[in-house]
């Protein structure tokens, strides 16, 4: 399978829709179809089911798309790596991280390496935990920003920064002003969480089965800005980091739980060979961690 096959093929297969990837691909839907049957026939099996007008994935075209997933990603990485060679100077890194920290460890990270390093691209991607630490196995992203540690073989691993986390209550909230509480007063709170697969659900649901507490909770949401505001409006308490803005209407409590905080840290795949670029920005990273919480 050559590269531009890969493209089509994992564009199909991830939209599972013939006219969007047509358009993505900016190719003729018949032009689009006719390529995907030349591939089954030579393939000897069908990759999709359809169901009318759609398309879905069956077992074969899902073992398929795994293999021809990674081989895009090796050959974007080969391409990468032949550009690095011909201009070391000017190289691409990936970058993937949580959501919280698009508003300041990322942009700060990004512009303070290129002040020292010249036009390095960035190419940026943020989304859950689970989500760019797959990226990362995958060879989908070079780096990636995440909390708490991956517990996935096959990463590498430094700690950036910890922050403390803290009980988020509305102003008018009974706790507000409390000089501290813990996970195990908090059994009849309703709570406001991130949704599974995000690092600070994870954090919290290690917390509550510490303190032995089931959590009732009230709402889900994918971004703590969301979180913050829903307990803003009243509608519950939420675990949230120290160091996030805090608005007016909100208040914060101090949590003396062993375990509160949350270590911020660098992955990679152990295996890959990173770029020039990738390494110089990795030993920026972590040589600004140092500098500026030294442990």
Request: net charge positive.
């Given at each position: 399978?050559?590269?531009?096959?890969?493209?089509?093929?994992?564009?199909?297969?991830?939209?599972?829709?013939?006219?969007?990837?047509?358009?993505?691909?900016?190719?003729?839907?018949?032009?689009?179809?006719?390529?995907?049957?030349?591939?089954?026939?030579r393939l000897g099996a069908p990759l999709f089911?359809?169901?009318?007008?759609?398309?879905?994935?069956?077992?074969?075209?899902?073992?398929?798309?795994?293999?021809?997933?990674?081989?895009?990603?090796?050959?974007?990485?080969?391409?990468?790596?032949?550009?690095?060679?011909?201009?070391?100077?000017?190289?691409?890194?990936?970058?993937?991280?949580?959501?919280?920290?698009?508003?300041?460890?990322?942009?700060?990270?990004?512009?303070?390496?290129?002040?020292?390093?010249?036009?390095?691209?960035?190419?940026?991607?943020?989304?859950?935990?689970?989500?760019?630490?797959?990226?990362?196995?995958?060879?989908?992203?070079?780096?990636?920003?995440?909390?708490?540690?991956?517990?996935?073989?096959?990463?590498?691993?430094?700690?950036?920064?910890?922050?403390?986390?803290?009980?988020?209550?509305?102003?008018?909230?009974?706790?507000?002003?409390?000089?501290?509480?813990?996970?195990?007063?908090?059994?009849?709170?309703?709570?406001?969480?991130?949704?599974?697969?995000?690092?600070?659900?994870?954090?919290?649901?290690?917390?509550?089965?510490?303190?032995?507490?089931?959590?009732?909770?009230?709402?889900?949401?994918?971004?703590?800005?969301?979180?913050?505001?829903?307990?803003?409006?009243?509608?519950?308490?939420?675990?949230?980091?120290?160091?996030?803005?805090?608005?007016?209407?909100?208040?914060?409590?101090?949590?003396?739980?062993?375990?509160?905080?949350?270590?911020?840290?660098?992955?990679?795949?152990?295996?890959?060979?990173?770029?020039?670029?990738?390494?110089?920005?990795?030993?920026?990273?972590?040589?600004?961690?140092?500098?500026?919480?030294?442990?």
């Open positions: 399978m050559l590269g531009a096959d890969l493209e089509w093929f994992t564009t199909l297969a991830e939209t599972e829709n013939v006219s969007a990837a047509a358009d993505r691909l900016h190719l003729a839907q018949p032009t689009l179809s006719r390529m995907l049957a030349r591939l089954e026939q089911d359809r169901h009318g007008k759609r398309i879905r994935l069956n077992e074969y075209g899902r073992l398929y798309y795994e293999h021809a997933r990674r081989a895009r990603a090796e050959l974007h990485a080969g391409e990468q790596a032949l550009a690095d060679r011909i201009n070391p100077a000017k190289g691409v890194v990936r970058l993937s991280f949580l959501h919280s920290f698009g508003g300041r460890l990322a942009p700060r990270l990004i512009a303070e390496f290129r002040r020292g390093a010249g036009r390095v691209d960035f190419r940026l991607h943020q989304g859950a935990a689970e989500v760019i630490t797959r990226q990362v196995l995958d060879g989908e992203a070079d780096l990636a920003l995440v909390s708490p540690r991956p517990g996935e073989p096959g990463l590498g691993w430094r700690t950036l920064l910890n922050q403390p986390l803290v009980l988020a209550v509305p102003a008018d909230h009974r706790l507000a002003g409390q000089r501290h509480t813990r996970i195990g007063e908090l059994a009849d709170a309703e709570f406001i969480t991130m949704h599974p697969g995000f690092g600070m659900r994870r954090i919290f649901d290690e917390l509550c089965a510490a303190a032995g507490v089931r959590p009732r909770i009230a709402f889900e949401a994918s971004d703590l800005v969301t979180v913050r505001g829903l307990v803003a409006a009243g509608l519950g308490v939420a675990l949230v980091p120290e160091d996030e803005p805090i608005p007016p209407d909100l208040a914060v409590v101090p949590l003396a739980d062993a375990g509160a905080s949350r270590d911020v840290g660098l992955i990679w795949s152990a295996t890959a060979t990173p770029s020039e670029a990738v390494r110089r920005f990795r030993e920026f990273a972590v040589d600004r961690a140092a500098r500026r919480h030294p442990r």
